[in-house]
């Protein structure tokens, strides 16, 4: 069995961010799938950037409508690589359709067929690694994770970057 390319979707994340360290601007990062909301937690806290979910789903995480203006903002789409690039060419629209100024897709890796269709529907992509992404701890993100993740996202964009999760242990180090 191959070596997992990333320990968790948290390392993902922050070997993602350094990728993305020379983004300026008041960008927001939105995760496309609920897996990929700890890649885009560890984006978010390392640009000290607004975090949420893509439009209609981040709802269903969360119970509630989206807390974020997108229109004339840059919007950083980021994936854990996994979803169908169909969902991902729905979300983009979706974020366009807000009025997003400007969209950037972010993987920490990604399939070909994915990468593909990203760059069809954004402006610039940014992948950390080549070829498909792989997991050591590949556990799906719970409801409870997910809620919580985008709760911290917030009080973390307001407070700065020390946040405990207290389902998941994560801390900035």
Known sequence: MAKAKFADRFEAGRRLAVVLDGLDG????LAVTRQALPVA??????LDARLDGVPGDARAWRGEPPRIELAGREVLLVDDGTCEPARF????????ALGARRLTAAFPATTRELEEEAARTVD????AEPGDPSYGDDSPV?????AELLER?????????RVELRTHGVHDT
């Open 26 to 29: 008041d960008v927001v990062v």
């Open 41 to 46: 937690f560890e984006v978010a806290r390392a």
């Open 89 to 96: 060419a729905e979300a983009a629209a979706a974020v366009r």
């Open 124 to 127: 610039e992509i940014h992948v």
């Open 142 to 146: 719970t409801g409870e994770l997910a």
């Open 153 to 161: 996202g917030l009080e973390l964009y307001a407070t700065g970057p």
